[in-house]
Structures are given as structure tokens and as C-alpha cells.
């Protein structure tokens, strides 16, 4: 029997709808020391509205310097099970996908090495064990990597990299999310878990521009799947919609950011030559609407969140590079992006801060890229700017001006 | 492949970066035989969708909810389920609801059946509210200004019609951080909550000397509030300066700014990080401060309430709520919602000024 | 007679349709030394492509501190015409209305005491009298005292105010532009004439949106006619600019950025309340739409050149003030603002700059206003800001969760 | 009323603080009868416009180009014209054009048929090219990297039919600033152009200390490039800092950078000013660098005819030259113009971030 605590504000939350974590914490507290001092100190927290963990220690396996967050209590008198807790993160398999063996199989090992608590998943997509002790690490990694499972990332290193559902259950996935997660997980083994950057970096990858890992927001390097090649059209389906009851001027073509799009009543048009590559029509119009190839992603950098200099979106570096078994393109620009970032970045400097400080300019030519429109919104406003030597030379202008 | 637990563990066996498994492992065949060449999908119900493959062949998708903190045993429960109806094969998605994914079409209503008697609770499909991306909070991070589980339990008990049955005029995305570090994606949500402080932080000027790095920490500081103290071999921090971000307790264990009384949280809206239609958009701050009220946060859910109900009355279809207020505009938004536009709603940080209203193009409200 | 300079590329410019100002300076050059070597030194620089001017020198009449830009010629002994070059500016009429009168009269002080040349107008709005020496300064200044025309400003101080034409000769405006012109440009003569502000102050005043002044994009105050009725519609002529073949849905309803207006192909309709007073329906149906009372003027600030932190646009303060002679509360204003101003402001910061570096709240507080949604774009991103001391106290949020 | 020059000048007899002349001197009667009473105007001709009271009274107005710069002949020569058809009443218009104002409907005719025997040209009304807001330059002002007036009448001689006759899709406002302080309107125009510097300020140690203060320099420098050299009792540039803005220059005569070689024109397009539509824009920079060339900037109107013609080509009725960039996009304007896109076009100062594609929206180009 484990000790039990009086909970009786996270009972308020045993109540209602949505699926209960407390009765989760109250199933593993049930047989998990551990897990019932997590409930305990939990309970105390709500009453006090406070936090009652410590900074978090350095703790690790032998040979890696991540993929455990140590964490320490400052009540490990009153809650002894959790003096120690620390989570352990565990790299997911790409898109998410699990066997129920694999499921048991990870439950065994947690119940046996850890609280019995889990998150499926982290924000950043590693499977959570939460709250187990130092000497439990050694064997916890251990069966794991027995079973072909490894640790995922954290601290200043390359980070579990994650992905869309892509091809695997979606027809709007224009490149192999899957494969490439797969790919770039291993081809960075070393730096995920030997912290050796200035600060973390993140990859995500999605099938499309609709975006849904959140690639674009929070993702270092954002790999977004799209296409150069027309809409296909499928006129029957689009007019089924119109007798569904859609309102395609107002929905479709009032909606379409490159104001590309004609609706006649009967036949949809779209310029595809003023196509932004949006998605909104295809998503809306599933089914009737197919983008064609080439296919490829438009590869961004650089977004976060708010510390130090606030929260980012990625930017445009790649407006088109093909996705094609081994990724080699891909997976060079992310060496020499880190190299340079390791050479010039501050300690707890983001990718995109660096590049922010020095400018973009000395970024691509460092990764050896030019500069393309397609890289901004607009042009700069204000009327001064560096020049390097040889950027006038030849008088550049002659060539254009004719 | 079978998986093994040795009684004895030999660490010494251990293997090195040999990442995760290959994903192909984890696939049904059916998605297998059909990986890249899907035509189509249709949304049968909340929690239904069906993938149907050029070949023919369809892969169904029943999705529940989960609260992500999950215990072994209902994991165990979960994986049991998919033995029975999906040979095996489940996924999550990327926000932490659980997907069974099934072949043989006789077994999805059957499946759905147990669900729901095993009081499961699905939806999270199509135009309405899905899972709430968020954190540890207080369950086991040090750097929590409030709690993410149990906020996100309140405002999905609230909303639940929304994700198992009402639509909405677009997807409506949920995010909490417990604190300004914001992990996940509260700065680009529709709508968000994050734990903050109000308060500076303390300094523990003895353990600052051991335990914390002078250039780190003052590199840490959004708004350069710390300075040096030679004298204390410590910190001072410019009050007038300091925004209460926390960032310096994340690097320095010498600055505790948790406060019981003080820290709150704070509701951001407007996000999104799709492409459709308009740009991802960064969600911007509408409510600066409600109390830290647990277990339920009745405030917040009152003010998330009078939100989500404006933007549900007032949005066309497949407007996303950042489009809706732009198209209203922030002074209709106001107005509308009742909610005080106060000092905090007006941006004084580096980029103040591409948030100014620099034209005369005005509506007026009341 | 005047000595003649070769200007082989200048008298390249005196060919072509548009009007010459070369042909100007010859005309000048023709009776009057100063303008000769004016001549002569620009031949020379369109040569040599510099300039040969030299910083400014402090120059001024009596008891004023500005009106009168300094200038010497670095090429003095070559062009002693031009030694000494100084600018006058003249305080405009408001709205650049004249008399032949007053254009003779300024043309005859000009000849005995300038160079013959002059600029109407200069970017500001001063008549520009371009060419004088140190001693003819007092002279000038009497002659145009005693026949009611007085200096225009410069350097530190407020700047000439200036207008558009508005109720003058335009249907649109819903201010008196002029008036306030005046009127505000007499209640600061010793703010104009004496130099006491951080750096200079320019007000800008125009009688609609349509900003015929630039007033938004160069003015520290700017000054905009609205209205807050709705558009008065004159159904007829709106049909008639259809029949005349404008395409109203075109033109019209899909450029409305209130996205409020429809038409049926025989009646327009505005939804005022999502109007956002843009003038764009109102002036492109020029006589069909009418804008009605209340009016007033939505009052901006803060544009400037690039200098220091990068050009700026006007920023609401006012979303809404009616403006009735005497104008007290804008003056008020503009008393509190410029106070608070040369309190904080450093050396050439303008008070644009300065409400930037210390915060909209600070200004705001200073001046006695509050935070309304119409100073913003959009809420700040970032979710960490400042709280002073009662921000929080009785709970506000009590009162509107109700 | 009657102007007096005396013969003799009593200085003392000065007034001061007198302000301007009440503009109410200087308004034809009928202007004054119907002031702020106008009921609509009606554009007859790019050169004239009638504006009609509610009253039922008429002003003509009959615009004509202007240098700006003017000698005091030619103002003399339209005064007379003034009194002849005028009553003697005229203005100037914010952007430099000359407007007699007839109130006899019968002298509109004569009126124009003189000014165009005298070589006057009119137009410059409604949707056209106007006249040029424009700057010192060589003419008077010692920051001049490049002359103003030589360069808008190239300009114009260039573009002269779309001012007298032409149509445009919507006003094209053409700004030019000899220099980066950007006197006038350069950065909310259609199409402007600045003189711009490429090489570092030389620094003239021995002067430094007498003419120029040290704080002051500094803090002219938008990039803090400028640090003290205490030895020399001047300044040191950091090379690597400076953009060659020449502000240091404006406070500071010791740091000259006009070059004859290395200054040059730049050409920044898309600004406006007007709420109409879309709200005020900033201009952007499309040509980082042009040479120097007078008396007719030859590579200039080139580059400027590659814009406006594009512009003219592709723009939709209504639409400002910004207005129709956005909505083809940037990279469509590069393509079509054949301008090519420069590591000058990417910002790397205060705002950058808010100028970076932060979406996956593109269109894609040849
Ligand atoms: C577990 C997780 C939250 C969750 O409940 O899912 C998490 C938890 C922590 N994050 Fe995070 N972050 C997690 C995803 C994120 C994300 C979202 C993402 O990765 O998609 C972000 C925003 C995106 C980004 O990277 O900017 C994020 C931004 C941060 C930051 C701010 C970084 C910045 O540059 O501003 C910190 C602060 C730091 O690194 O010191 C941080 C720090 C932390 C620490 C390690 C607290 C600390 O300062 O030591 C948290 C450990 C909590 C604990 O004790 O378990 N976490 N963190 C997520 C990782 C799980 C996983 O591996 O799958
Ligand atoms: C399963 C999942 C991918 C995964 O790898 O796990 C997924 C799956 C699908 N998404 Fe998504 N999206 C998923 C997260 C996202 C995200 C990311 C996020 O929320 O953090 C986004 C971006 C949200 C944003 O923009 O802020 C996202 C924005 C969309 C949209 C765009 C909605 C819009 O118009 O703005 C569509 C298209 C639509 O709904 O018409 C879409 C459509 C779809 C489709 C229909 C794609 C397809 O053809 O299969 C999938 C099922 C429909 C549905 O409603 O769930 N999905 N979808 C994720 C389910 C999360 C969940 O449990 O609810
Ligand atoms: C004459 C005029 C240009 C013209 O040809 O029309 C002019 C001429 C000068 N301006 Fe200007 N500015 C003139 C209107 C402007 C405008 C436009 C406006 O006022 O509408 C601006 C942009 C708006 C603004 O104020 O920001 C302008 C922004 C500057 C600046 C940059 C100020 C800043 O904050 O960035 C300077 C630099 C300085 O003040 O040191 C400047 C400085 C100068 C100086 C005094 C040069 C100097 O640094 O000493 C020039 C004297 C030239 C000469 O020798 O005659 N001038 N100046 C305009 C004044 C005539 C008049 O009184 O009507
Ligand atoms: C005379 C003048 C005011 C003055 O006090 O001197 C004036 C007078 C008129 N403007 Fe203007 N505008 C005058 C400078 C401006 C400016 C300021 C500037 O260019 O620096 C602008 C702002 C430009 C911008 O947005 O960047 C301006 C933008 C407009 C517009 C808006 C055009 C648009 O749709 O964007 C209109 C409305 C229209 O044309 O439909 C307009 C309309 C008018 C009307 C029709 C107003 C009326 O009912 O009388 C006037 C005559 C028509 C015409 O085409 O000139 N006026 N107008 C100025 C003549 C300058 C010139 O010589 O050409
Ligand atoms: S991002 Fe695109 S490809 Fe990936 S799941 Fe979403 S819609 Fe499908
Ligand atoms: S994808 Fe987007 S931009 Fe392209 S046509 Fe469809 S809606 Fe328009
Ligand atoms: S958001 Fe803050 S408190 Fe929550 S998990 Fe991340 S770092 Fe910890
Ligand atoms: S809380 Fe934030 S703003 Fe305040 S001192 Fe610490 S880092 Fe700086
Ligand atoms: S700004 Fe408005 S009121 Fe003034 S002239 Fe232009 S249109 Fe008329
Ligand atoms: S003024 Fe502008 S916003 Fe208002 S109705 Fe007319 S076009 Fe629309
Ligand atoms: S723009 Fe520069 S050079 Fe031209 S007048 Fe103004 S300050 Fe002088
Ligand atoms: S030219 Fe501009 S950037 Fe260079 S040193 Fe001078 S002020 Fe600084």
C-alpha cells in the first residue's frame, strides 16, 4: 500500500468531462510511492499556489549529456518519493505511431524503473517518463536501447526532432515527413545528445503549409512541405460543394490571399501563377482541389519563444528545396548552419538571435546562399545600408539598365 | 518484434545513439501499402474520419481525447483497445489526443461503442476546439508561475461541447505555458494562457555567489534591469526596469520570483501558425492579469468564456480568431467583449512601434 | 552687368518641356551678382559632383534664434557672390493663398536685399528666400515686420505650421485647417522665434484622411479632420457613375478596407459602424457620398525622418477631438506634451523618439490620458510589461467578469 | 492692403512675434463667401478644376508647374497674369504647383490660352504625376550627396505627358531628398530617390576638437559606430559599423563624406501618405545604388521608367504603386522589373525581423 495523501482540491478535478490527470496521478499513486507523493505535493501546490521543485540538477547517463531533466523537491521531507523526480525523455518514433506492444512495453520498463506517470507527448514530441531517481537511469536506458528505443534531446544540443502525420495518413503531404524526421534524428545522433551547441536547436518538419506540428512557431529549422505545379481541378466535386450549400465566393475565392481564384457558378478558375500556395482553397474544398508536383518544402528559420529578445516565427531561407532519400541538401545546410552558430553564437543564443545580431547577410554567405525576395516580406525602409568591397564593382546596374 | 525486459540488466549492453525505431514498425500494413498515395479523407463525425487511398483502400480514424498525463495502466487499457479493433496500431497526435486507427470497417462502430461505454470521450475533429497543447506547471517544473493540467482541465470541461459535438467558424486552438519561457505554442494560439509574475525577483545575494554566473545572468535580462553589485559579489536589478519575466530564475536559482499572492495569469489571443488565408500570426495580449485561482481558475474561464463566445457569434465561417478581430479591429474587439484596454495592452518593447496605429483609419464604437 | 559663367551642363537642363529652374537662375543671374556666382558654383558642382557649401554658421536677426539658415561657400574666392548665401524662410500664409500684391511686394524686398531667388515653398511651408548676406538680415526682417509678414522657424524650436487648402477650396474638409494654422502658429511666435525645445516641433494640419499635406508622414503633431456620422449617400449620382461605366463593385466595395459597403447594381449601402473612414468611396464617388457631423480631428504623433532610430509614421493619441476656435485643447496639448518633452528629451531627440524610449504610457500619463485600443495596430506580443504600484488593486477584473 | 518699402530701413522700427499675415487677406471673394461651404468639385481637364459651393458659386482653378525654385521675374510675370484673370488671387499647392483662381467662368479660356503662350505648362490634376516634392541640394545645402533640382527636371522631362495628359492607375507621388535626412516626403512616396554615401566618413582629428562635441557625434550615430579616441581628443568609426549615413556629418563638420566617386542615388518606391484603402505606407528600398550622373541622371530615369511602366502596365484602377506590389508581391515586382534583389533589399537594423517572410506563402517566379 502506498501512503495516501488528502487531496481535496485536485478532487474538484476528478469531476467533469474531460478526461481527469488526476484520476491518472490517483491510478499510479494507487501502486507508486512515488506517484503518490507526486499527488501529495501536487495537492500542495494548488492550496499554496506555488511550485515546490528546485532548479533542475545535471543528471545523465554515461556517455550522454541529455535527455534528462534532473529535478529535486524542496519538501522531500514531507514528500519523500519524490525527493528525486526526474524525467526522462524518451525519442518518439516518427508521426506517433505505436503498437500496443510497444505501448505495453514502455509501461513495463516505467513501472518498474520509474512513477508510473507519463506524458504522450512533450511539446516537443519525446515520449515523458516523469519522475524517476539517478540510480534508475543506468538500467532505464539501457533496456530501452536493448528494444531499439534511445534518448531524446535536451539542454543546449540538437533537439528530438518531430513531424505531421504526412504521408503516412494525409493527401495533401507533399514531402516524406516521416522519412526525413527518421533520417535527421539519426544523422544527428551526436549532437542531440551531446549538448555541444550555444543553445538548443529544434528541426520540424510538416507535409504541408497548413502546418500541423506548429513547425513554423516554434522550430528552429521548419521544414514545410509545398508545390510549384498547378491546382488540379476537379469541377463535378467543387460544384457538389456549391450544392452542399457552400458559399464558394464568399468561403473560396473572397478568401484566397493571392486573389487568384474565380467562381462563376459553375467553373473555378484559379491563376495559379498569382497562387501563394496557402492551402486554404485545397483544405476547404477537400477532394475537389489536388496540388501537383514538383513537390519539395520551403525551408524557414529561426523561430521561439519570447526570451531574449521576443518570441519568433521562422523565416524564409529555402523558398524551394527537393525532399528527395538522403536529404543530403538538407542535412549539409543544418552543418553549416550549426558550425557557423556554434562559432559566432553567445551562450543561450538562438540560431535566429544570432542571426539577428549579425544580420542576415552574413548568415547566407556563410551557409553560401543569395539573397532572394522570397526571403522577406519587404524591403528594407530606411535609405542606409552596408556595402562590402566588390559589391559595386563592374558597375552592376549596366547589366539591368539595358 | 517482442520486446525484453532481462530481470538482470547488464548496463554494460547498453548501445549509443542509435536513435529511435524506424517508424515503419508502428504502421498498419494498410498505410503501408498505401504511405504517400492518399486521395482524400472525409470527417464522418467529431471523433470519425475516414482516408481513403487512390488504391481503394481506407484507413478510419477514431480520435479521444487524453489528458496527456497519462498512467501506465490506462496506457495499458489503451493498447488492449487497439488489440481488439485495430491489430494493434494507435497513434497520438500533435496534441496529445490518441487516434485508433482502424482497417476493417466493421470494427469502427463496434470500437466506438466501447469507447464511450468505457467513458472515453470523442471528438477533437474538424472545425470545433481540440486538446489543449501545454506544460508541467506545478507537476514538475520549478519554473511554474501556474499550474497547466488543471487549467487545462477546467477550460476543456467547459468547452467540451465544443470538441465533442458544436462547431466553431474555424478550428479553435488552446495553448497554456505556465510561464513566460512558453513551452509549446501559447505565442501563436488562438487563444492562450500563460503564467506570469508581477513582482521583481528576490536576491539571495549569499546563494547568488555559488550557485549563478554574473555575465549569464545579466545576459538573461530582456530589458538589461541587472547590474552588477561588486561589493555583494552579487546582482542588483533596476526595479523601474524589470518586467517580471522570470528569465533570470531560469538561469540563476539565487532570483526565486514565485509569489503566491502575486503571480497570476495572463490570456494572449489572435494566434495562428497555419498558412491558410493570412501569415502565421503571433497572439497578442488582451487580458494582462487574473488571479492564480486553483483548482478551477474561475476567472479565467469566465474571461476565456466571453471571448470564445464573441468570436463565435461574430466570426464568418472558417475565420480563425486572429482574422476575426482584424477584420472587426481591436477597438470593436474591446468594445464587444467588455474587456478594459488597459496600459499593459500597449506595447513599450522593441518592436512598440510597428504596434502604433500610424493612420487615421479609425472605427468608432459605443 | 552681371559677371557670365560658362555652364555648358546646366544649360542642358534649360532644354526639355518641363520648367527650368536653370532658365530661373539665369533670369536672376541676369541683374544680380549673387545669383551670377550661384550659377557658376552649381556649373561647378554638377562638374565636380559635390557640393561646396559649408556647415551652416549661426546667423539671425535680433532676439530671434532661428528663421535663417547660415551658409557659406567653401569656394568663396572663386564665387565671392556667394560668400556669404544665407536662407531666409518666411513665415507662409496659411493654405498658400496670395495676392499679386504680396508676391510683388516680396519680389522688390527681395531684389534689393537677396539674390533674386526663392523657393515657393519650402518642404515645411516657408516662403524660402534663398541668398542673403549677415548685414542685410535686420533690414529684411523690418521691412516684412512693418508690412505684417514675420520669420519662419528653425533649428531647435517649433516649426512653421502648415496646412492643406481645406475649407478654402475643398468639399471634404471637416476642420478648419487654415484657421487652426493660423491660430496655433500665433499662440507659439516665442516657441518659433527662440529656439528651446530639444530639437525642432512641426505640426502638420490637413481637413480630411486623405492627407493632402503629408501631415502624417512629417509632422511631430499631425493633425486630421474626421467625422464621426455616417456617409450620406446620394443614390442617383452613385447610379450615374455606374452608367458612366465605373465598376462600383470593383472600384468601390472591394477596395473598402471596412469592408462595409455593398451594391446591388442600383443601390449602395454602407454599414457605418465597420466604417474606418479611409475617404477612399468617399472621393473616388466624388459629389455622390457625403461625410456628416460630428466632426473633428483625429490627432497624431510623432512622424519624422530616418534619424536616429529610422523614419516614422504619426501614431494616434487622440482618436477624436473636436477642433472650435480657439482651439484650446489642442493647445493645451500641445503646451503639456512639448513641457514633458523638453523635461526628458535629449539633445536632437525628437518627442516621437522619446515617447518611443521611455514608453506610450509615460507620455500618456504626463499629458492626463488613458490607453484606448485606437493608439494600437494590435496588443503587445510579449507577455511580460511593467505594473506601477495600483495597477491591480480592488481587483478590476472583478467588475467586467460580471 | 499696401506694402511699404521705405527708402530708408529704421531697424528698430521692428516688430517681432507678429506671426504670418491672416490668411483671410489673401482669399478671393467668392472664397470668402463660401468658405467651408463647398459642395463638389469637378476635374475639367488636367489643368483645371471647378469647385461649386452649396451656394451654387463657382471657383475655377488653372495649375501649372512649377520649378519651385523661381526667380523673382517669373513671379512678377504671374502676378500680372493674376491680375488680369484672377483679380489678382493665386496659391501655391503643397507640392510646389502654381493654382490661379477664377471666379469669372468667362476668363477661364483667355486665361489658359495665355499661359500656354507663355510656355506655362498645366496639368498635374487628378489621377497623373504631379509635380515633384524636392529639396536644396547643390543648390544651397552643404549634406547634399546628390542635387535635387537637376534631378526632378529630368524627371519630369521625362514623365511630362503623364503630368499634362496621361492618366495613371491612381496619383503617382514622385519625392526626391538629396540626402538621407530625407527633407520632404522621400519616405512615404510613390517613387522617390535619395542621395546616398558608400564610404565611411573621413575624420579630420585637428578640427574635431574644435567644431564638433563628442556626445553629441555619438549620439548621432544610428548604429553606435562612433567611440572616443581619447589620445587624438576625437573619435574613432568602427569601419565594420558604419552604413555611411553622413548624420555624424550633420552635427559634425570635422567628418566629411561627400565623394565624388563612391555617392549615389537611391530609389525607394511603394510609400503613401493618404488613409484611402490601405493605411499610410513607408517607402522601400528597389535600387540600393545608382551613380551620380548630372545633368540628367541617365541610369536614374532608366531605372525609374523600368517601375513606372510596370506600374502602369499592371496595376488595377485605384491601386497606389505600393498598393499593387502587395498584392502581386515582391517577388513578382523583382521579376517583372527585372530589378535584381540585393543583400542592400534585406533589413539588418531596428525592425528586420518584422520584414522577414515569417510564412510559407510564396509565389513562385519564371
Ligand atoms: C517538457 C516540456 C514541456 C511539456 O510539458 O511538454 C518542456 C519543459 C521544460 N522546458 Fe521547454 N519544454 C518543452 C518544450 C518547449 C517548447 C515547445 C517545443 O519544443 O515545440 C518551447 C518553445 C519553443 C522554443 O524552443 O523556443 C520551449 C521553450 C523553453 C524555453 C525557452 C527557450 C527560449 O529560447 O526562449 C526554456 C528555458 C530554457 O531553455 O532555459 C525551456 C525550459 C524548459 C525546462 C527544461 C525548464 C528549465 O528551465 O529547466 C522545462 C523542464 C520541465 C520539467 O521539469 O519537466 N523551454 N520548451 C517540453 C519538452 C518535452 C519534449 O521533449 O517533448
Ligand atoms: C492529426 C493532426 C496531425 C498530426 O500529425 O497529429 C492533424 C490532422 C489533420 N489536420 Fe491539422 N492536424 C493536427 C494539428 C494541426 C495543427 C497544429 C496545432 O494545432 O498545434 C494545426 C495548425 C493550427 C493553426 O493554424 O494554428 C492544424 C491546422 C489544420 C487546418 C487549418 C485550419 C485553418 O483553416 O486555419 C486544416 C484544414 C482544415 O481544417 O480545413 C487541418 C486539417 C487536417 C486534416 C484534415 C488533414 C488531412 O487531410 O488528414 C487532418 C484531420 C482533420 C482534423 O481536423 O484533425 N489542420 N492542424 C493534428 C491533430 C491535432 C489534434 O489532436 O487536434
Ligand atoms: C529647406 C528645406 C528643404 C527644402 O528645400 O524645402 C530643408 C532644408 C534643410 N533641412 Fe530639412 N528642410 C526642410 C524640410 C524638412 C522636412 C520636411 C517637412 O518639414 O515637412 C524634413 C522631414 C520631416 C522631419 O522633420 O523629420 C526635414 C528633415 C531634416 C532633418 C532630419 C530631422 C530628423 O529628425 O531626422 C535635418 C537634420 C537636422 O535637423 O540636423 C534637416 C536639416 C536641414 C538643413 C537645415 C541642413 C542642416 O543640417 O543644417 C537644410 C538647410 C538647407 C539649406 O541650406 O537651405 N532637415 N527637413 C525644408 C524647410 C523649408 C521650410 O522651412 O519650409
Ligand atoms: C491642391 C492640393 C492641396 C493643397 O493644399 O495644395 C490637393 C488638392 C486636391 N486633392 Fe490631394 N491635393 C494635394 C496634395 C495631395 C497629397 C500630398 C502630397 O502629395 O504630398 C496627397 C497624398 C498623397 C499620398 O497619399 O501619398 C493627396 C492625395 C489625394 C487623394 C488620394 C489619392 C489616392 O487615392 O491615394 C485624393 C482623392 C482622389 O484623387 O481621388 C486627392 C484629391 C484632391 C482634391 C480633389 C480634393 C478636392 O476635393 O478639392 C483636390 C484637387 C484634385 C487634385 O488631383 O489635385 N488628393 N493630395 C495638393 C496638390 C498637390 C499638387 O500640386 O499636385
Ligand atoms: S501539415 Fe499538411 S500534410 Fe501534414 S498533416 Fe497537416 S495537412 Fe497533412
Ligand atoms: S492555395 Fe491559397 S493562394 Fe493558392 S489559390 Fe488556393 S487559396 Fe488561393
Ligand atoms: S512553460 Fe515554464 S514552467 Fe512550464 S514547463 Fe516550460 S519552463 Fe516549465
Ligand atoms: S525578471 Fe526579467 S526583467 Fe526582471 S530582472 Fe529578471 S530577467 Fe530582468
Ligand atoms: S486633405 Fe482632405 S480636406 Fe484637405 S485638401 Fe485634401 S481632400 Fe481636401
Ligand atoms: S470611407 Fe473607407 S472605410 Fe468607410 S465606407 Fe468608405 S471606403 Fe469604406
Ligand atoms: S535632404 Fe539633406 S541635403 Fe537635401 S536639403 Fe535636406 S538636409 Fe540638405
Ligand atoms: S556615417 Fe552614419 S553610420 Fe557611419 S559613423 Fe557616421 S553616423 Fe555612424
Given at each position: 500500500m502506498t501512503k495516501k495523501h488528502e487531496t481535496p482540491l485536485l478532487d474538484?478535478?476528478?469531476?467533469?468531462?474531460f478526461p481527469s490527470f488526476v484520476k491518472e496521478m490517483k491510478k499510479a499513486a494507487a501502486k507508486n510511492p512515488m506517484a503518490a507523493d507526486e499527488l501529495g505535493l501536487l495537492e500542495k501546490s494548488f492550496r499554496d499556489k506555488v511550485t515546490y521543485w528546485k532548479h533542475g540538477g545535471i543528471v545523465g547517463v554515461r556517455g550522454y549529456g541529455g535527455g534528462v531533466i534532473g529535478r529535486y523537491c524542496e519538501l522531500a521531507d514531507q514528500f519523500p518519493g519524490v525527493a528525486h523526480f526526474h524525467t526522462v525523455r524518451i525519442n518518439q518514433p516518427a508521426g506517433l505511431f505505436y503498437t500496443s506492444e510497444a505501448i505495453r512495453f514502455i509501461c513495463d520498463v516505467w513501472d518498474r524503473y520509474g512513477s508510473g506517470l507519463t506524458n504522450?507527448?512533450?511539446?516537443?514530441g519525446d515520449i515523458i517518463l516523469l519522475g524517476t531517481t539517478t540510480d534508475n537511469l543506468e538500467p532505464l536506458a539501457t533496456i530501452f536501447s536493448l528494444n531499439g528505443f534511445d534518448l531524446g534531446g535536451s539542454g543546449s544540443a540538437m533537439r528530438t526532432p518531430s513531424c505531421c502525420v504526412g504521408p503516412a495518413r494525409c493527401e495533401w503531404s507533399m514531402i516524406d515527413t516521416l522519412d526525413i524526421t527518421y533520417e535527421l534524428t539519426q544523422e544527428f545522433q551526436d549532437e542531440l545528445h551531446r549538448p555541444s551547441f550555444p543553445y538548443k536547436f529544434k528541426i520540424k518538419t510538416v507535409g504541408?503549409?497548413?502546418d500541423c506540428n506548429a513547425a513554423i512557431a516554434r522550430a528552429d529549422l521548419s521544414i514545410i512541405g509545398t508545390w510549384k505545379g498547378p491546382i488540379e481541378i476537379d469541377q463535378d466535386r467543387v460544384r457538389d460543394y456549391a450544392k452542399k450549400g457552400m458559399n464558394i465566393q464568399e468561403e473560396i475565392v473572397n478568401l484566397c490571399p493571392g486573389k487568384c481564384i474565380t467562381w462563376d457558378g459553375n467553373n473555378l478558375k484559379i491563376d495559379d501563377s498569382d497562387c501563394l500556395h496557402c492551402m486554404h482553397c485545397i483544405a476547404k474544398l477537400s477532394g475537389a482541389l489536388k496540388p501537383t508536383p514538383p513537390f519539395g518544402a520551403t525551408i524557414l528559420i529561426g523561430s521561439k519563444a519570447p526570451f531574449v529578445i521576443g518570441a519568433t516565427l521562422s523565416w524564409v531561407i529555402f523558398p524551394f528545396m527537393e525532399m528527395k532519400s538522403p536529404y543530403q541538401e538538407i542535412k549539409d545546410f543544418i552543418r553549416k548552419a550549426t558550425e557557423w552558430w556554434s562559432e559566432y553564437g553567445k551562450n543561450r543564443e538562438r540560431i535566429g538571435e544570432l542571426i539577428l545580431r549579425l544580420g542576415m547577410r552574413e548568415f547566407l554567405e556563410a551557409v553560401g546562399l543569395k539573397p532572394t525576395p522570397e526571403m522577406v516580406k519587404e524591403p528594407r525602409r530606411d535609405p542606409f545600408w552596408f556595402w562590402k568591397e566588390g559589391d559595386l564593382e563592374g558597375k552592376p546596374w549596366e547589366s539591368w539598365l539595358k | 518484434m517482442p520486446y525484453v525486459i532481462p530481470e538482470v540488466v547488464d548496463v554494460k549492453q547498453r548501445k549509443t545513439d542509435i536513435g529511435p525505431p524506424h517508424y515503419k514498425n508502428f504502421l498498419p500494413p494498410i498505410i503501408q501499402k498505401n504511405y504517400g498515395d492518399w486521395k482524400e479523407h472525409q470527417i464522418l463525425s467529431p471523433g470519425l474520419m475516414v482516408h481513403i487511398a487512390n488504391s481503394g483502400d481506407k484507413i478510419w480514424t477514431v480520435r479521444v481525447a487524453s489528458p496527456r498525463l497519462l498512467a501506465t495502466d490506462t496506457l495499458r487499457e489503451i493498447a488492449e483497445i487497439a488489440d481488439k479493433y485495430c491489430d494493434g496500431y494507435l497513434r497520438f497526435t500533435t496534441r496529445n489526443n490518441i487516434e485508433f486507427l482502424v482497417s476493417d470497417e466493421s470494427k469502427v462502430n463496434p470500437l466506438i461503442e466501447e469507447l464511450k461505454a468505457r467513458n472515453f470521450v470523442l471528438g477533437g475533429i474538424g472545425s470545433r476546439v481540440s486538446n489543449v497543447v501545454h506544460t508541467q506547471g506545478w507537476i514538475h517544473c520549478h519554473s511554474a508561475a501556474v499550474d497547466a493540467s488543471g487549467l487545462v482541465k477546467s477550460l476543456m470541461d467547459e468547452f467540451i461541447d465544443y470538441f465533442t459535438t458544436k462547431e466553431t467558424p474555424n478550428k479553435v486552438r488552446f495553448a497554456v505555458a505556465c510561464?513566460?519561457?512558453?513551452?509549446?505554442a501559447v505565442h501563436c494560439s488562438d487563444i492562450a494562457f500563460v503564467g506570469i509574475h508581477t513582482k521583481v525577483p528576490r536576491i539571495e545575494h549569499e546563494r547568488f555567489k555559488d550557485l549563478c554566473e554574473l555575465p549569464t545572468t545579466m545576459a538573461a535580462c530582456p530589458t538589461a534591469a541587472i547590474i552588477p553589485d561588486p561589493a555583494k559579489k552579487s546582482i542588483k536589478i533596476k526595479e523601474e526596469k524589470c518586467m517580471y519575466c522570470g528569465n533570470c530564475y531560469s538561469v540563476c536559482p539565487a532570483l526565486p520570483i514565485k509569489d503566491p499572492e502575486n503571480d497570476g495569469v495572463a490570456i494572449v489571443v489572435g494566434g495562428k501558425v497555419g498558412n491558410l488565408r493570412t501569415p502565421p500570426k503571433f497572439s497578442k495580449v488582451v487580458v494582462a492579469f487574473l488571479p492564480n485561482n486553483p483548482p478551477r481558475w474561475p476567472e479565467v474561464i469566465k474571461a476565456t468564456k466571453k471571448i470564445f463566445d464573441a468570436y463565435i457569434a461574430g466570426a464568418k465561417k472558417h475565420e480563425r480568431v486572429g482574422e476575426w478581430i482584424e477584420r472587426i479591429g481591436w477597438e470593436k474587439f474591446f468594445a464587444i467583449t467588455g474587456i478594459p484596454f488597459t496600459w499593459q495592452h500597449i506595447d513599450d518593447w522593441t518592436y512598440a512601434f510597428e504596434t502604433?496605429?500610424?493612420?487615421?483609419q479609425i472605427k468608432w464604437v459605443k
Open positions: 474538484e478535478l476528478e469531476k467533469g468531462p504522450f507527448h512533450g511539446s516537443t504541408c503549409p497548413v | 510561464c513566460t519561457n512558453m513551452c509549446g502604433f496605429r500610424t493612420t487615421a
